[in-house]
C-alpha cells in the first residue's frame, strides 16, 4: 500500500502534433543551429551559426568568437 501511496505519476502528459507545412519557395522556412564551443581557431572563432533554407537545402556556417 505505501509503494502506491507514494508512487509519483512522472510521465508528461500528451501532446498533440502541430504539422509545419513544407515551403512553396526559398527562405520561407529556415532553421537556425547554434553549435560549440569548439577548440578556439586562429581567428578566435569558438561557436557556429548554421543556417539552413528548408527549401533549396543551402547552409550557410558562420564562425563566432563568443555566444
Not at 564551443?37 to 561557436?47: A, S
Request: hydrophobic share 35%; proline share 15%; net charge positive.
Amino acid at each position: 500500500m505505501l509503494c502506491q501511496q507514494f508512487n509519483i505519476n512522472r510521465k508528461k502528459p500528451v501532446g498533440l502534433l502541430h504539422p509545419i507545412e513544407p515551403p512553396k519557395g526559398p527562405c520561407q522556412l529556415i532553421g537556425m543551429d547554434y553549435s560549440g564551443p569548439f577548440p578556439t581557431t586562429p581567428e578566435g572563432n569558438k561557436y557556429v551559426l548554421a543556417i539552413t533554407d528548408y527549401f533549396t537545402k543551402w547552409v550557410i556556417a558562420i564562425p563566432l568568437p563568443n555566444q
